[in-house]
Nanobody, 120 residues
Framework: QVQLVESGGGMVQAGGSLRLSCVASGNIFIINDMGWYRQAPGKQREFVATISTGGGTNYADSVKGRFAISRDNAKNMVYLQMNNLKPEDTAAYYC??????????????WGQGTQVTVSS
């Protein structure tokens, strides 16, 4: 079993900042990609950002220039620094990890989500 636990969500006014954290634990051999997704009420879950083991990043167009993803491979952690937040960023944010378990089987895990609410 692989567990992901997010933290750092909360309420903030438009223009403010938040930093999300996620730690992975359990039966892990290696984590290749880690990322963040979000889901607003009544909408499908959408991609926000991903980062590879080597530090390569990808961002959704809606967050480019405002959000920054980073990771600490030694700690199996991924972070999302969110600046200049907008009301449309309001959503539950989910951490995601893709890799291999200790048994060398494929692994794709999700966290339980952390709520981000941005008021205008």
């Amino acid at each position: 079993q692989v567990q992901l636990v997010e933290s750092g969500g909360g309420m903030v006014q438009a223009g403010g900042s938040l930093r999300l954290s996620c730690v992975a634990s359990g039966n892990i051999f290696i984590i290749n990609d880690m990322g963040w997704y979000r889901q607003a009420p009544g909408k499908q879950r959408e991609f926000v950002a991903t980062i590879s083991t080597g530090g390569g990043t990808n961002y959704a167009d809606s967050v480019k220039g405002r959000f920054a993803i980073s990771r600490d491979n030694a700690k199996n952690m991924v972070y999302l620094q969110m600046n200049n937040l907008k009301p449309e960023d309001t959503a539950a944010y989910y951490c995601n990890a893709v890799g291999l378990t200790a048994e060398y089987t494929g692994m794709r895990a999700w966290g339980q989500g952390t709520q981000v609410t941005v008021s205008s």
